[in-house]
C-alpha cells in the first residue's frame, strides 16, 4: 500500500512515523520553509501544479490513500487535495488537530480574516501587537500604523508593517518563555490564527495571565464531505481499514 501524506506538520511527522514500519509512506512538504524538519519515509518538496497535477501524481505513483495533514489554515492545498483524490478515486482523510477553546480568564476576540484582524486593531486601542500568524500574511497589516513584534521560522518579506520587530523561532515554545517575551516587550494585543495543538498553546496562557486580549483568525472548513481525523492514531486505524479491505479482496485499495 502506497500512503501520500500532504504537509510538514508535527502531526503529519509523527503518523509517517506510525506508518512507515508496514506502508509504503511518501511525505509532501510545500518548500515554504528553508529548513523543514523531515519526516521518516519517502519525501518529496514543491507543488504538484494545481488539483489537475495531483491527481496524475497520485495515479502515476499507484497511490492507495492519502492524507490531508497540511496545517488548519492551508485552505487551498486541502481544495486541491479534495478535488484531485475525487479525480483519481483514492481515498482521503484529513488529519487536524482541534483547536483552542477559551477557558475562564481568556479575553478572546474572534474574526475570520487577517484582514479583518487588521481592521479590528484600532477599536481594541492596541499600540504594541504581538503576531504569530506566520510570515506569508504580513501584507495584510503593512499599512497599520502600530509596533508589531513578528515571530515566524524563516525571516518575512515586504510587504510589512513600517514598524516592525522579527524574531526567527520555531516551537514547541515554553510558558516561561512566553511570559517573558510579552513582558520585555510590553505587548498589549496577541494576534494569532487558530491552529491549536500544544507547541505553540503557551503563548494562549501568557496572554491570559497577563490579562492581554487576543484577536484570533477563525480557520477555514474541511471540504465537504472530507472524513476528518483529530489523532495520529486515528488516522493510522484509518489508513490500516483501507489496507485490510484492498488485501481481503487481494486487490488495491483504490476504489
Same mark, same amino acid.
Given at each position: 500500500?502506497? /500512503?501520500?501524506?500532504?504537509?510538514?506538520? @508535527?502531526?503529519?511527522?509523527?503518523?509517517?512515523?506510525?506508518?512507515?514500519?508496514?506502508?509504503?509512506?511518501?511525505?509532501?512538504?510545500?518548500?515554504?520553509?528553508?529548513? #523543514?524538519?523531515? &519526516?521518516?519515509?519517502? /519525501?518529496? !518538496?514543491?507543488? %504538484? $501544479?494545481g488539483a489537475e497535477g495531483l491527481a496524475d501524481w497520485l495515479r502515476a505513483h499507484h497511490v492507495d490513500a492519502v492524507i490531508d495533514a497540511t496545517h488548519p489554515f492551508a485552505r487551498t492545498m486541502s481544495f486541491n487535495a479534495a478535488r484531485a483524490a475525487a479525480t483519481a478515486h483514492v481515498p482521503l482523510l484529513a488529519l487536524r488537530r482541534p483547536g483552542w477553546v477559551p477557558v475562564e480568564g481568556d479575553r478572546w476576540h474572534s474574526v475570520a480574516s487577517l484582514e479583518e484582524a487588521a481592521a479590528a486593531l484600532p477599536g481594541l486601542g492596541a499600540e504594541r501587537v504581538f503576531l504569530t500568524t506566520g510570515r506569508m500574511g504580513l501584507a495584510a497589516f503593512a499599512a497599520c500604523p502600530q509596533w508589531f513584534l513578528v515571530r515566524s521560522?524563516?525571516?518575512?518579506?515586504? &510587504?510589512?508593517?513600517? =514598524?516592525?520587530? !522579527?524574531?526567527?523561532?520555531?516551537? &514547541? %515554545?515554553?510558558? #516561561?518563555?512566553?511570559?517573558?517575551?510579552?513582558?520585555?516587550?510590553?505587548?498589549?494585543?496577541?494576534? @494569532?490564527?487558530?491552529? $491549536?495543538?500544544?507547541?505553540?498553546?503557551?503563548?494562549?496562557?501568557?496572554? =491570559?495571565?497577563? $490579562?492581554?486580549?487576543?484577536?484570533?483568525? =477563525?480557520? #477555514? #472548513?474541511?471540504?465537504?464531505?472530507? &472524513?476528518?481525523? @483529530?489523532? !495520529?492514531?486515528?488516522?493510522?486505524a484509518w489508513v490500516q481499514a483501507k489496507d485490510t479491505a484492498g488485501t481481503r479482496r487481494g486487490v488495491s485499495t483504490r476504489p
Open positions: 500500500m502506497h /500512503v501520500l501524506i500532504l504537509g510538514g506538520t @508535527t502531526e503529519a511527522r509523527a503518523l509517517a512515523e506510525a506508518l512507515h514500519p508496514w506502508t509504503r509512506v511518501t511525505s509532501s512538504l510545500a518548500g515554504r520553509v528553508a529548513r #523543514p524538519r523531515l &519526516p521518516v519515509g519517502e /519525501v518529496r !518538496v514543491g507543488g %504538484f $501544479g521560522v524563516d525571516a518575512p518579506a515586504p &510587504p510589512m508593517p513600517a =514598524r516592525t520587530e !522579527v524574531l526567527l523561532d520555531r516551537g &514547541p %515554545f515554553t510558558l #516561561p518563555g512566553e511570559r517573558a517575551l510579552l513582558s520585555r516587550h510590553r505587548v498589549d494585543l496577541l494576534v @494569532t490564527k487558530d491552529s $491549536g495543538g500544544a507547541a505553540t498553546a503557551p503563548k494562549l496562557q501568557a496572554a =491570559r495571565e497577563a $490579562g492581554v486580549p487576543v484577536l484570533i483568525v =477563525r480557520r #477555514p #472548513p474541511v471540504p465537504e464531505g472530507v &472524513p476528518v481525523a @483529530t489523532t !495520529v492514531e486515528e488516522a493510522a
